[in-house]
C-alpha cells in the first residue's frame, strides 16, 4: 500500500479508526470531523465484574472473555483478551460495542441491526441472534443491493453511518449461499467473511424492518408503542439517550415486520419481501 494511502484517515461508524493498517480494507474514507480512536490489544486476564460508562471513560466486558478500556480523552481504546487478535477482528467484531459507546457520548444513537440501501434511502434490518439477518444480508448483497452494516447501525440526525466492509456468516450459511471465506475464530466462534462494496455516506434512514420467524413469508406494519419497545430492546448502549426526542423520531418511521420459514428457501422470498416493503 502507498504511502500517500496509509496517510489518509479511514474509519467506520463514524469513527476515525487507527492501529488496525491490515484491515484498513475493511474501512471507509474518514471525514475529518469524526472522532478519532486508536484500537490496541494486550494479553491478559480480566476479573471485571462491572460494566461502567463515565463522561470521559468505560469499562466494557467482552461475553469472549476479557474487557475493554475506553479513554475518550486520549483517544484510546485497549482489548484485554487471553489470546491476541488480529486487526481484522479489531474491525470487526470488536469494535462495534465501542461504536455504541462513542455514539452515546457525541449524541448519536446506535441500534444493533443491520442496514440496507433501497431508493437511495437506508433500512435498518434488526433481528435477534440467530434470527436470519447477517444471511439475509449477505444474499442481498450477493444480489446488488447496498449494504451499509452488519451488525451495529449509528445514526446521527437520522443519517446513517457506514460499518465495517464485510459480513460475518457461519459455516452452513456461507455453504448454503456459496460465499464467504474462512477466517478462523473471530470473537466467540468460527466466521466465513463476506467482503462488501463501497457504499454511500450519510443517506437518511427512511424505516425499519424488523425479522423473525413463522410459518410462512409475510410482513405485518408495527404500531407505534411496538416500535419503541422493539427499538429499546436492541438499542447499542443500554444508556440513557441524550437526547430522547430522536429516539422517538426514530421510533416514528415506518416498520415492519418480517416473518419467514425457518428454512433456505424462503430465503430468496423474503428478501424480495424486504425490498418490496422498503421500496413503498
Given at each position: 500500500m502507498a504511502a500517500a494511502d496509509r496517510a489518509q484517515p479511514r474509519g467506520a461508524y463514524g469513527l476515525r479508526v487507527r492501529g488496525v493498517d491490515a484491515a484498513r480494507d475493511l474501512l471507509v474514507e474518514a471525514e475529518p470531523g469524526w472522532?478519532?480512536?486508536?484500537?490496541?490489544?494486550?494479553?491478559?486476564?480480566?476479573?471485571?465484574?462491572?460494566?461502567?460508562?463515565?463522561?470521559?471513560?468505560?469499562?466494557?466486558?467482552?461475553?469472549?472473555?476479557?474487557?475493554?478500556?475506553?479513554d475518550r480523552a486520549a483517544e484510546q481504546v485497549v482489548f484485554v483478551v487471553p489470546r491476541e487478535l488480529?486487526?481484522?477482528?479489531?474491525?470487526?467484531?470488536?469494535?462495534?460495542?465501542?461504536?455504541?459507546?462513542?455514539?452515546?457520548?457525541?449524541?448519536?444513537?446506535?441500534?444493533?441491526?443491520?442496514?440496507?440501501?433501497?431508493?437511495?434511502?437506508v433500512w435498518g434490518v434488526v433481528g435477534d441472534r440467530e434470527s436470519g439477518k447477517s444471511s439475509t444480508l449477505a444474499w442481498l448483497a450477493s444480489h446488488g443491493t447496498e449494504v451499509v452494516c452488519d451488525d451495529m447501525l449509528v445514526l446521527e440526525g437520522g443519517r446513517a453511518f457506514a460499518g465495517p466492509r464485510s459480513i460475518d456468516l457461519r459455516e452452513d450459511s456461507a455453504e448454503l449461499l456459496?460465499?464467504?471465506?474462512?477466517?478462523?475464530?473471530?470473537?466467540?466462534?468460527?466466521?466465513?467473511?463476506?467482503?462488501?462494496g463501497p457504499v454511500r455516506q450519510g443517506l437518511e434512514l427512511k424505516g425499519w424492518v424488523f425479522l423473525d420467524w413463522g410459518d410462512r413469508v409475510g410482513a405485518e406494519p408495527l404500531r407505534g408503542g411496538q416500535r419503541i419497545g422493539s427499538l429499546l430492546q436492541h438499542r447499542g448502549a443500554r444508556?440513557?439517550?441524550?437526547?430522547?426526542?430522536?429516539?422517538?423520531?426514530?421510533?416514528?418511521?415506518?416498520?415492519?415486520?418480517?416473518?419467514?420459514?425457518?428454512?433456505?428457501?424462503?430465503?430468496?422470498?423474503?428478501?424480495?419481501?424486504?425490498?418490496?416493503?422498503?421500496?413503498?
Open positions: 472522532p478519532a480512536i486508536e484500537l490496541a490489544w494486550r494479553l491478559g486476564e480480566s476479573s471485571v465484574e462491572h460494566e461502567w460508562v463515565r463522561e470521559e471513560s468505560a469499562l466494557l466486558r467482552l461475553r469472549t472473555g476479557g474487557h475493554i478500556e475506553i488480529r486487526d481484522e477482528e479489531l474491525v470487526h467484531p470488536y469494535l462495534s460495542p465501542v461504536a455504541a459507546v462513542m455514539a452515546h457520548w457525541t449524541g448519536r444513537e446506535s441500534v444493533h441491526a443491520g442496514a440496507v440501501v433501497v431508493n437511495g434511502g456459496g460465499v464467504g471465506e474462512a477466517i478462523g475464530v473471530a470473537g466467540a466462534r468460527p466466521r466465513w467473511r463476506v467482503r462488501l444508556l440513557p439517550s441524550r437526547d430522547p426526542s430522536a429516539l422517538l423520531e426514530l421510533a416514528a418511521l415506518p416498520a415492519w415486520e418480517l416473518r419467514r420459514p425457518r428454512v433456505w428457501d424462503s430465503l430468496p422470498d423474503a428478501a424480495d419481501c424486504l425490498l418490496e416493503l422498503a421500496s413503498r
